[in-house]
C-alpha cells in the first residue's frame, strides 16, 4: 500500500435528477480507524455509503479501496444496515456465512470461522437458532457478524444500532469496540446519535444537507480504551457542543 | 343437445331439501283466479321437445284451462323426478325409465300420458360406416359406443349388447353428461353414437356434413319397444289437484295437436320463447317434424298409455338389474286425466 | 449488566414442556376439525329424521358411508384414477405456475405480454374446454391433467409474481454489495423469500385441483375405464341417492388430504415459520472445530 489510507474519495458527486445529493468530496481514510459521520436527515450520508459500496455509480469522482479504483463496482467491503436484513430462512450460522453462500458457496471453513466468532462475540449457543428467536440486539450481532466475516477491510456501518433501545444501544456500542479492536477493520459509522459517533469514533465528520457535503471533520480526542465515564469527560463535552452547534446553528 | 347434468355436484353437495320446500310453498302461495303450475323439464336447457309447451302459453291453451304455467329447467335429468317427488314442481317431463328407478327407490312418482309412442332410439355411425342387425357384433365389438349415462341409454345398451352376444368389457362405451355424441363420431373419437333419432338426425341435419349417418333402431337389435317421454306427476299432487291436472293435459292435447299441423308456425313460437336457448330455428324446426311421427299410437291416438308398455318397461329394467322389483302397471300410471278418457 | 447475559435471558427459552405442548398442538390441530366434521355429520343425520327427508331426496349419513364402503373394490381404482389426476395436474400446474411467475417477475416485457392471456384463460368456462380437448388429447387421462394444471397454475403464478416483486430491496442491495451473481441471489434470497407466497399460492391451487379433476372428468369422457365423476353421475341418474353423497364424500376427503398435504409439505419446507431451532441436517455432518481456533 503506498499510503496509510485504506479510503480515498476523490471529487465524488452524486445527483438524483436535478437534486445534489451529495456534492463533488475527497476523503481519505486511515487504515485501522473508527470514523464516524452525522447529519441530519438528507444530508447525503447514505448516498456516499451506497457510492463507496458501489451501488451507485457517481456522476464524477473516484473512489479508491487499498489502492484499487473501485468506482461504480461491488464487492470491497463490508456494508450493515439499520435493518439486521437477516435471512429468516436461514440459521444464525447460516446468516453469518451468507456473503459466502452469495458468491462462492459455504465451506467447512467458513463454517468453522462463523462458529469461531459466534462464539467468542457471546452467540455460541445459538448457531442453530432462527432469527426470529432472536431479541433485536442479538440480530444486529450476527448482522455485523456477517460483516465481519467477509474479512473486507473496510466496514460501513449505516445507523446500525439506530432501531435499538437505549440501554441495548449502549451495551452495543461497547460491544462493537471491543469486536473493532480485536478484529482490526477500518469502521466507517453512519449515526444521528452525537454522542455515539463521539463515544465510538477516532474521527467524526459532520455533514449538511442540501446538498449534502462534509462540513466539519473533528480528530477525536478521547484516549481509548473508552468506558461510560467518558461521557461526562470535559473533552467529550466540548466536541458535543461543537458539533451540535453546527447541526442545529445558534438554537 | 347440451351440457347435462353439471349441477349434479352442487345438488349433491348440498342438502337441497330445504329450499326445494320453500320453492314448492313459493309457487302455490298465489291466489289468482289462474292455477299456478310448475313444469319441470327433463333436460338442464330448453330444446325442440318443448314445442307443445311453448305453443299451449302462446296459443292460450292453458288460459283457457285457467292455469298459468311457468316452465323450470332441472340441474340434471335425474332432478325431474325429484322436483315433483319434493313438490318443488307439481308436473313433469321424464323418460319412462326415470320412472322406473324413481318408482323402485320409493318415489312416488305417477305417469299421466305418454309424450311419444314408440322407442325411436338408435346406434348411429359416420356416413358409409356399416351398421347391420345381422353383423352387429362384429361392427360394434372393440369399438368406443358413446353413451349420455342417462337412465335411458343406460337401459338400452344392455339389451344391444346382449343381442349382439358381447359383454360390457368387449366394447369401450364413453360416458360423457355433457352430450357431444355427434362432434365426437364426426371427429372420429367415438365409432358408434346413441341417441333418439329425432335429435341424432336433427342434429347431424343442421351440422353441414355430407351424407347421411348409417342407422341402426334399437327396437331392431333388441331393445324394447317402449315409449321414451311422459308427461308425470306425484299421487299426492294427483289426488289434491286432479282438475288442475286434468286441464294441463287438456291443454296439451290442444297444443299438440295445433304444433302437429302447423309445425314450422310451433318451431318459431319456440324460438321466440327461447332466443337463448342456443338453437338454430332449422334445427328445431327439423328437430320437431321428426319427433311428430312418434307421438301417435298405431291407433291414431296421442297421450294414452297402456299397461303392456308398463309391464315391459319394469320387466326389462329388472332383467339388466337396473330395478329390483317388478310392480304393477297400475303403480305406474294412470290415463284418467286424459281428456278422451 | 452484561450485554450477552441480558439477551440469553430474551431468547426463547428451550422448554422442558416442549413434548406435552406439542401433543397439545396436535390435539387441538386435529381434534376439533374432526369433532366439527361429526357434528355435521350429527346435524345431518338429525335432519334427515326430524323432517323425515325421502332417502331418495337425500340419505342419512351412515347409508351413504355405507354405499362407499360396501362399493369399495369399485370405487378404489376410479378414487385412485382421481388422485392420479389431481396429483399429475397439480404437480404440472405448480411448476408452470412457477416458471412463468418467475419469467414474467423477470422480464417485465413478458410480464406486460403475457398476464392478460393468463387472465384470459381462467375466463374460459372449463365446461367449453372439454370437447376441444378430448378432440385433441382423447378420453385418457392427459385432458383430465390439463383442466387441473389450467386451475391451478394461475394462483401460483400470481404469488409467486407478488412474492417476487415484494423481497426486501435492501436485501437484495446487500447481495450486490457482497458481489453476488443475479444466480445465487435469485436462489438464496428471491426463492426462499417467495416461498410463503408460492405455498399461499399452491394452496389455493390445492383446493381446487380436486374440484378441477372431478370437472375433468364430467367434462371429458374417460371410456371404458370410468371415472368417479361418472360413477357418482351413474349414480345419481339410477336414484342411488346415497350413492351420490357417498361418491360427495369420497371427493370431499380427497380434497381435503390433498390439501393437508399441501400444507404438510409447507410445513417441512419452511421450518423457520415453526422452529426455534433449526433441526440437525440430515444431509451434512459438520465437523466441530474448536473455539480456540483463531484465524488473526
Known sequence: ???????????????????????????DIQDGSFVAIVGPSGCGKSTLFNVIAGLLKPDSGEVQVADHVVTGTAGHVGYMLQKDLLMPWRTVEENITMAARLTRGVNDDDRAEARRVAEQYGLGEFLRHYPHALSGGMRQRVAFMRTLVTRHPLLLLDEPFGALDAQTRLEMQQWLLEVWKE???????????????IFLSDRVLVMSPRPGRIIADFVNPLARPRNLDVLTDPHFVELKSQILHLLHGGR | ???????????????????????????????????NVTFAYDFPSPDFELVPMVVAQDQGFFTQGGLKVKVVFPPDTSTTTKLLATGAAGI???????????????????????????????????????????????????????SYGDTWTESMLPFVLRHAGLTSSQVSIVTDPTGQDLKFLLAGKVNIATNTSNYEVAGFDTSGTKGKESTLLGTAIGAPNIPIWVYATTRSYAASNPKTVSAFMSAMEKATLWAVANPTKAASEFDKAYPKSGYSNAYSLAGWKLTIPFMKNSAGQYFTQTSAQWATMARALKSIKLITAVKQPSTYYTNKFLPSS | MDPQTRDLERAPRESGQRDRSRTQTVLRNVGIPVLSIVLVLLLWQAIVIIFHVAPYIAPRPMAAIQSVTDNWGLLWPLVLGTIR????????????????????????????MVYPVLVLSQGVPIIALGAPLVLILGFGVTPKVVIVAWIVFFPVTVNVLAGLSHVDQDLLNLARVYGASRWRTFWQIEIPASTTSLFAG????ATYAVTGAILGELVTPSGASGSLALYQETANTNFNVAAVYGTTMVMTAIGISWFLLIVGSEVLATPWQRRTVARRSMFRRRRDVPPTLRVH
Open chain 1, 1 to 27: 500500500m503506498s499510503s496509510n489510507d485504506l479510503l480515498q474519495l476523490r471529487g465524488v458527486a452524486k445527483s438524483f435528477g436535478a437534486t445534489l445529493a451529495l456534492e463533488p468530496t475527497s476523503l
Open chain 3, 85 to 112: 389426476e389431481t396429483i399429475y395436474g397439480f404437480v404440472c400446474g405448480a411448476v408452470l405456475g412457477l416458471g412463468l411467475g418467475v419469467i414474467m417477475a423477470k422480464t417485465p416485457f413478458l410480464h406486460r
Open chain 1, 183 to 197: 478484529a482490526q477493520r477500518t469502521v466507517l459509522f453512519i449515526t444521528h446519535d452525537v454522542d455515539e459517533s
Open chain 2, 92 to 146: 313433469g317431463f321424464i323418460t319412462t325409465t326415470d320412472m322406473g328407478v324413481a318408482v323402485n327407490a320409493g318415489a312416488p312418482v305417477l305417469s299421466i300420458g305418454n309424450y311419444t309412442m314408440s322407442n325411436n332410439w338408435a346406434l348411429f355411425a359416420k356416413p358409409g360406416v356399416s351398421l347391420t342387425a345381422k353383423n352387429l357384433k362384429s361392427e360394434i365389438e372393440g369399438k368406443k359406443i358413446f
Open chain 3, 202 to 205: 399452491m394452496k389455493i391451487g
Open chain 2, 1 to 35: 343437445m347440451n351440457i347435462r347434468r353439471l349441477g349434479a355436484l352442487v345438488l349433491a353437495g348440498s342438502l337441497a331439501s330445504g329450499s326445494l320446500t320453500m320453492l314448492a310453498l313459493g309457487a302455490n302461495a298465489s291466489a289468482a283466479p289462474l292455477t
